[in-house]
C-alpha cells in the first residue's frame, strides 16, 4: 500500500469526483427528526381533526353536515389577541444552497475555510498556463 503525508505543512492533492448544489432545507440539520410535529403544526391538525368529529357528529344525529363554516369560525378565534393581524409585503424566496464535494483526497489535511486552487477538467501539466487558469 502507498503512504501519503498528512502534516499540516504538506502540500493537499485532493480529486473531486462530484460536486452538487443542496438547498439549505434539505440539510440534515434542517429536517424534521422522527416525525414531531412543531407546535403550529399540532394545532392545526387538532383543529382539522375536531372539524371532521363536529362533522361526523352532525350527519350522525341528522343534522346539516355543513357545519364546517361555524367550526372553521371557531378554530381561526383566538383568545387574547385583540389587535388585527399587520399584512406583511411577501419577501422573494431566495433559499441558500450549498456546494457538498465528494473528493478523494491523496495529500495533505483539508478543513474548513482552507484556500485551494482548482484545476479544470481539460488542465494539462504540458500547458499549465493555457486558459482555464486554475482558480483559486
Do not use: C, W
Not at 49 to 60: L, M, P
Not at 81 to 99: F, I, K, M, Q, R
Amino acid at each position: 500500500m502507498v503512504s501519503f503525508k498528512s502534516s499540516k505543512d504538506d502540500p493537499v492533492v485532493a480529486y473531486v469526483s462530484k460536486m452538487i448544489s443542496v438547498p439549505s432545507s434539505e440539510l440534515p440539520q434542517n429536517k424534521r427528526r422522527g416525525g414531531a410535529l412543531t407546535a403550529e403544526e399540532a394545532r392545526e391538525m387538532g383543529r382539522k381533526k375536531r372539524a371532521e368529529i363536529a362533522r361526523q357528529q352532525a350527519i350522525a344525529n341528522g343534522e346539516d353536515a355543513d357545519v364546517g363554516a361555524v367550526t372553521d369560525a371557531l378554530s381561526s378565534a383566538a383568545i387574547g389577541e385583540t389587535e388585527t393581524p399587520v399584512e406583511e409585503t411577501p419577501e422573494p424566496d431566495v433559499e441558500a444552497e450549498h456546494l457538498i464535494g465528494f473528493a478523494r483526497i491523496f495529500s495533505g489535511t483539508l478543513h474548513i475555510g482552507d484556500e485551494v486552487y482548482v484545476l479544470g477538467p481539460k488542465f494539462t501539466p504540458a500547458n499549465p498556463h493555457a486558459a482555464p487558469e486554475p482558480q483559486r
